[in-house]
């Protein structure tokens, strides 16, 4: 993390829907102190099980539009024809807090929140291991219906064009490897110097005040 006193670090996440980025970016935030998931703003209708301020905040779209308009986005991005968002006052508080950030976005919004923050934000983009594997855990999911699935697979082509503006690439072909991949990218970016001239701020000091 580049100057500022934004201290978190904001990570991104992006995938062709059903690539196991939802589940993978829940593990990795149980399994990490620290880290949090921003809570993304959307038109669409919950699944079954959704819960509203845990998974989504489900909006109309007179109030996504009157949000976009007040500029209270980071990005925003029109994905399978709903509105999706991430709210700009949340993130900021929480890397001024030293929180990290997890954004699950699109690879729209992703682009949008690297020229909003130039060189702020650590990116990784989720592989499936096949068109096949990616076809069955969309239906495996149970929660779209056919034409939605069809739609989505269409879509994955259009995401997975844009895997090389992403810092990391990780393929989700055994759930527990590709944990074990993200972990170690979190694990790496925060031994960093930019890291770590903040975290071991007070050591530095007390190393290079040493006379002699
Ligand atoms: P959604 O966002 O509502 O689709 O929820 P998730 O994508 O987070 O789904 C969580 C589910 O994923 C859990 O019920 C797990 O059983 C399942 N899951 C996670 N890892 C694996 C895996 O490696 N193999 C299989 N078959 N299922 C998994
Ligand atoms: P996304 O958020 O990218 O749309 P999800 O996390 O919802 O993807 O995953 C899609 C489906 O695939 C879910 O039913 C999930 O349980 C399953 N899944 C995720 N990772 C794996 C994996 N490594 N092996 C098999 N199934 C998986
Ligand atoms: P889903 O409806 O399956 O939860 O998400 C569909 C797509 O919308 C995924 O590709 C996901 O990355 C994207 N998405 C979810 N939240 C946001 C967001 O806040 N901003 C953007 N740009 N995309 C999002």
Redesign the pocket.
């Known amino acids: 993390m580049t100057g500022g006193a934004e201290r978190g670090i904001l990570w991104i996440i992006s995938?062709p829907?059903?690539?196991?980025?939802?589940?993978l970016a829940r593990a990795l935030v149980a399994a990490t102190p620290q880290l949090r998931t921003s809570v993304s703003y959307t038109t669409r209708p919950p699944r079954p099980g959704e819960v509203e301020g845990t998974d989504y905040h489900f909006v109309p779209m007179e109030v996504f539009t009157a949000m976009a308009e007040r500029g209270e986005f980071l990005e925003s991005a029109r994905v399978h024809g709903n509105g999706y968002g991430t709210s700009e006052p949340w993130v900021k508080s929480q890397l001024f807090a030293g929180t990290d950030c997890l954004l699950e976005i699109d690879w729209q919004g992703a682009r949008q929140v690297r020229e909003r923050l130039p060189g702020q934000a650590v990116s990784i983009f989720i592989l499936p291991p096949s068109v096949a594997a990616l076809a069955e855990?969309l239906r495996?999911?149970g929660q779209d219906s056919e034409t939605v699935i069809a739609r989505r697979l269409a879509a994955a082509r259009e995401e997975l064009l844009h895997y090389d503006e992403f810092d990391y690439l990780v393929v989700?072909?055994?759930?527990q490897d590709?944990l074990a991949d993200l972990q170690s990218i979190v694990h790496a970016e925060h031994l960093r110097r930019g890291y770590q001239e903040y975290a071991q701020h007070q050591r530095l000091k007390n190393l290079l005040g040493m006379n002699g």
């Open positions: 995938a829907s059903g690539a196991g980025k939802t589940s855990r495996g999911r989700n072909d055994h759930f590709a």
